[in-house]
Structure formats: C-alpha cells, structure tokens
C-alpha cells in the first residue's frame, strides 16, 4: 500500500503563504485522485482540495476558494497545497490522502499530517 508524508507546516502570520507537500512512497500514487483535509480539535474534518490523477481536473472548498492551489508532479510522486493569504481560522493539521478509485469518495490511504498555525 502506498504511504504519504506530509510537509511544509509550520507557524506564519495572517497574510503569509505557505506550500504543502505530500509525497507517495511508489508510483502508485500517480494514478490515484489525492485530497488535502484539515481537522481541528473543535471541528470534524473537512476537505479542502483535491486533484485528479492527471492533474487536469481540481475541487476546493468555498472557504479556501482563490486562496489555495493544489498540483502535483507525478514524475516526483507529490502533490503539493499552495496556501496564499492566509488567515487564522486555516489553522489545523493538515492531511493529505490518496482515493485508488478515483471518484473522490474512497480515501483510504492517509499521511500522519503537518500542523498549520496562522497568527493573527
């Protein structure tokens, strides 16, 4: 089964940027649709972005609509979140995970997650 890891979390103040990276363990991780999810200790988790296994095809939530981007490079095996104004209610750890069916709707492999903390 493939692994994810996660990276490029940290700590930022409102207004910074900062890209996520969650790389696949084979290339496997290629042909899988891969979503971004973020949880907090006070909310259920939500989705935030996913992108098809070409990279032509991507979904967003309304909350980070126009402000993050996601990609991927399938010959590096990693999907990447490029989070652009930020602002404090993104803070959360963030997932990534990898959906083999490629409807959206079937996430089965997860990473361990990178916590995100904007400072207003």
């Known amino acids: 089964q493939v692994q994810l890891v996660e990276s490029g979390g940290g700590l930022v103040q409102a207004g910074d940027s900062l890209r996520l990276s969650c790389a696949g363990s084979?290339?496997?991780?290629?042909?899988?649709?891969i979503g971004w999810f973020r949880q907090t200790p006070q909310k259920e988790r939500e989705s935030v972005a996913e992108?098809?296994?070409?990279?032509?095809?991507?979904d967003y939530a309304d909350s980070v609509k126009g402000r993050f981007t996601i990609s991927r490079d399938n010959a590096k095996n990693t999907v990447y979140l490029q989070m652009n104004s930020l602002k404090p209610e993104d803070t959360a750890v963030y997932y990534c995970?990898?959906?083999?069916?490629?409807?959206?709707?079937?996430?089965?492999?997860w990473g361990q997650g990178t916590q995100v903390t904007v400072s207003s």
């Open positions: 992108i098809n296994w070409s990279g032509d095809s991507t």
């Open positions: 995970a990898a959906d083999p069916s490629r409807t959206g709707t079937k996430y089965i492999y």
């Open positions: 084979d290339r496997t991780f290629s042909a899988y649709t």
